[in-house]
């Protein structure tokens, strides 16, 4: 059992988790994922490590309500358990000094984006990081991200709070305005990844995306989270969950994704009708 | 040998009409008034063959001795001397091409049923325990030493038997949340029950193991972590678990499995259960396997009991080349199973969303023989067809999980990446032990268990020092 140090909710059907997980917090680094089971009748849900402390032994993930795992877990309370906390798993970002690096997250992207923008500061590159949400109230980790970066902007969808528009809208002026630019990491929902990619491979930019496929085992013995790269089957979680924006099978990654469409519905609506605590925002 | 019945005893099961709308165990064991007919047949003949038939070398002469004498207290004690898992191996082991295939009654009629012998003795043995008999193996003096076991698997599971007995401080790590390697979220809950694995860790918890979960090796500590941290030795039992596929078009469209997350989401997850466990499965009406060993038969008679409505194995070769146990592949014929063999797929062909709907096969004749001594298949031209299928599941083999090589420094490995052992089950590095699938690829409970506790042996030399 794993204990909840902290619940906080971040906007809309956006709450953040800190887990006392020493093994965990001991050996992650930026880019790496956790398996977590709520309980004994749960799935294997993979969600990144936003951040950890390696002296508090503890991890922290944010995560979106989604379906029913995901509502489920955000119904647990600080103080409270989850049965299983598997980590880390994948293999750490490549990050050393690149140069003029830009980082872009997505909605709950964000998070993952963190560390990595973190990271790629202390190394001494110039972080400039495009953060979107889909409107004001479901801003988070502004703050964290000016910190971790030397150049912040932000866009909302429906201009609610800083530039209205989507991240790509964004990348697209940075890059008519920048001579150079050595790297991208853009971690978010698939589209977005995919809308990236194109825009980034006409330029010839190195770009690094964080899949987000569906997984059941997480350590490279089940095939669930397979992607075509390159022409070639890689698992996600062995051989990612980074790679080159520009060699992945983003058609197939989308469908595959929607394996279990049918089956989430099912398994959300009876959860709903059994908690009477359920409420739409 | 004019009086003895030439016929073996046959086991109960459930009818195949029946048993295809559940997940109960399929053969229902022997009573005892059979186990007794059974064993009387064995001619306790002075050069028992099956011992050396067998990759354990059980005395079964001995322990079907026993059973004929009703002392079947004696014969659980005779067979666990070898085998720790009696209640798995007397199940799930090949025994017509092991003990069984040498029996001298096989020469006029039935061979002995070695395999529901050693399986009568084993489920007597589980359902004391149950009811709070339990005797404990006599342990060694405690000598303070501590070994790190990956994987909990058989040889993981056995290796650390013996060395708990020993007297050494015993902790195994395993990735899954659950303890028991394949036979828990590998093979079926009809051919193995969930609850019989259960049984055989708690008996290994009684004696003193610590098992802990969540633990990938290789991630959240690596072996040589281990070995700084206060471990003297390590033995890795981590199987051989990733999925091979054939690299043809489609492969991955959404319904297209490897059997290993078929059945892990069934057994492990109980995907079977859904909605009531949360780890959804596709219940597809036209299914193909791909393969012909154990793993698949065990995924196509998954399949069919979720509710398929027709399942196709698709086979490269004939029955006679199946790698699958026999009995094996006629419950799977009994029960319905399409086979469709010297055929092969080639190409997995989508709907708009992305999801298989159909398979382009190609039939094979046999050749010349190849490496394995089997006749090679040959894609037979023009022979191209299609069936139309919207469940995909590649039981084609496993190879051994990279990450442990790639996070042990100096590690020796062999083809296809198995970690490479000596015959006491010593790798390169010292106080590093190895066996199992990790060291022979996919292969079978009984020398993963067999490996398991020749590496036990070893350990205990090396750490008494005499190696
Ligand atoms: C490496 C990795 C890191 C991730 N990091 C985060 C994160 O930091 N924050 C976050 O909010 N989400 C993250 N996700 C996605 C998260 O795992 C899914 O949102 C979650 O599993 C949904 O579960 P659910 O039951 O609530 O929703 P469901 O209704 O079951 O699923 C909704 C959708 O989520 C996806 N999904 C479902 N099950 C899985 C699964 N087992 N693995 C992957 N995707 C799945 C599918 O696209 C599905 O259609 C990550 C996924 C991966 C693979
Ligand atoms: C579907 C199926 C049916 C089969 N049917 C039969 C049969 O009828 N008869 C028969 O004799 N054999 C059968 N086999 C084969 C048999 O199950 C295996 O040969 C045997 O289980 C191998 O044992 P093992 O201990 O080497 O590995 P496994 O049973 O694979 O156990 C390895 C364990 O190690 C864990 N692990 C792996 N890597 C790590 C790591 N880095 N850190 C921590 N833990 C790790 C895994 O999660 C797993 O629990 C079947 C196999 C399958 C898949
Ligand atoms: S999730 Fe099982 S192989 Fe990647």
Redesign the pocket.
Known sequence: MFKILKHQKLGPKMQLMKLDAPFVAKKAEAGQ?VIIRVYEKG??????I?DFNREKGTIT????E??????FLATKQAGGYISDVLGPL?NPTDIEYFGNVICIGGG?GV??VYPLSRKLKQKGNKVTSIIGYRSKNYVFWEDEMKNASNKVLLATNDGTYGEKGFVTDILKKLMDEEKQIDRIFAIGPAIMMKAVANMTKERGIKTIISL????VCGMGMCGACRVTVEGKTKF?CADG?DFDAHLVDFDILMKR??T??DE?KIS?EKWKAEVDYYEES | MKNLNKKQVPMQEQSAKERKNNFNEVPLGYSKKEALLESSRCLQCPTHPCIEGCPVHINIPNFIKAIKEDNVQLAIDIIHESDSLPAVTGRVCPQEDQCQAVCIMGKAGDPIAIGRLERYAADWDLQNRKEGKIKLPAKGKLNNKNVAIVGSGPSGLACAGDLVKKGYNVTVFEGFHKTGGVLIYGIPEFRLPKSIVQEEINMLNKLGIKITTDVLIGRTMTIPSLLKDGFSAVFIGAGAGLPSFMHIPGENLAGVYSANEFLTRVNLMKAYKFPQYDTPIKIAKRVAVIGGGNVAMDSARTALRLGAEHVSLIYRRSRKEMPARNEEILHAEEEGIDFRLLTNPIRYIGNEKGFVKSVECIKMQLGEKDKSGRRRPVPIDDSKFTLDMDQIIVAIGTTPNPIIPRTTAGLKTGRHGVIWADEDGATNIKGIFAGGDIVTGAATVITAMGAGRLAAASINKYLKGNI
């Open positions: 994922f799935e294997r849900i993979p969600l990144t936003a993930i944010v995560f979106q989604i379906g029913k795992s995901t509502h994948g709950i998070a993952p987000n496929s569906i997984m996600t969950p994704l929607n279990y469409k989430e959300f």
